[in-house]
């Protein structure tokens, strides 16, 4: 082999090597664009994470502010039915609060009651259900928003559920909805009694947040079944 052909092999090799160095760039900037688009993906992930939770746990603080609201009303209802009890208003020919044909069916029903300790217990559920039934009526003085469902027999309440939506006030379409469900006061008292001091006068019947989807006029068009050939 003469020394041209050496030198012609050279320039090959020199060739070659120039084609993997650029080829080697070409792999390591595409990595880094890519590693750098992740990075840049997983931040935008984050802060939006960082802002959907910031917002959810402001709007569970005022979540949190209108359950003790309703369980104050609660209090009072159960503090009202205590003291009809407790001060023998149920023996009295009527009542300044409670309607005449209720007041007069524990009346009446305590007189004829062979076990009258146990007569006034099953009316107790009767009693604060009416006083929370009115009690819970103000609770639209401090949330406007907030609606009180009563399942009604009459004069009687037999259920109430609370419900509202709390919207967020930097994001309009940003909300959390709440509805608790009233417990009866014979539950509360008998879950106090075995030792469940953890026991509410309500139950979180629903806890969740959800947005407004976005809507524009292409979201509206809906395909008519018409293909259109380019």
Known sequence: MDIKSLKNIAREEDGSTAVLVILMMIV???????????????IKLSNNSMEWSGKYYHLDGEAEAFAAHVDNLLLNAQL?????????????????????????????????????????????????YFYADKELAKLTDAYSSAVVSCLKDGDYVRGIICDITLDHSESPDFHLNVSLAVNSYSSYRYEHMEGNVSAKRYKVSGWSQWQN?????????????????P
Do not use: C
Not at 218 to 226: A, E, H, M, R
């Open 28 to 42: 390591l900037v595409s990595l880094g664009y890519f590693a750098i688009a992740s990075a840049n993906s997983n």
């Open 80 to 128: 009202l039915t205590n003291d009809y009890f407790d001060t023998g208003q149920y023996l009295e020919f009527t009542h300044p609060d409670l309607p005449l044909e209720m007041h007069m069916v524990i009346t009446e029903g305590y007189k004829e009651a062979r076990d009258k300790e146990y007569f006034l217990e099953e009316s107790v559920d009767t009693i604060f």
């Open 213 to 229: 989807l976005p809507v524009d006029d292409d979201s509206k068009k809906l395909w008519d079944g018409t293909i259109i050939l």
